[in-house]
């Protein structure tokens, strides 16, 4: 079983900056992936960025060069850098591990970007 809790979502300007945090219950080098996902309303949860327990990144067309996924062993915390946001980036932002074949999720953090 792996916990996962989302912080940092809220309300910004379009051009602004937020940063989400994923605590993990679990050291998250154990797992095989950790990523991020966003489902607006109406439309389908897709994937935004992930990085692999080997270090592996990648990114949704629609996100690189704005935002970045990095993580802190330390504090088994995966983060999502998000810059010059745009509308379009409203959502709810929800953390994903996976371990074996089995994915866990966190409860999902709302993103708002007013124009």
């Known amino acids: 079983q792996v916990q996962l809790v989302e912080s940092g979502g809220g309300l910004v300007q379009a051009g602004g900056s937020l940063r989400l945090s994923c605590a993990a219950s679990r050291t998250i080098f154990s797992l095989n992936t950790m990523g991020w996902y966003r489902q607006a309303p109406g439309k389908q949860r897709e994937l935004v960025a992930a990085?692999?327990?080997?270090?592996?990144?990648n990114y949704a067309d629609s996100v690189k060069g704005r935002f970045t996924i990095s993580r802190d062993g330390a504090k088994n915390t995966v983060y999502l850098q998000m810059n010059s946001l745009k509308p379009e980036d409203t959502a709810v932002y929800y953390c994903k591990a996976r371990q074996g074949w089995t994915d866990y999720w966190g409860q999902g953090t709302q993103v708002t970007v007013s124009s």
């Open positions: 990085i692999t327990g080997g270090g592996s990144i």
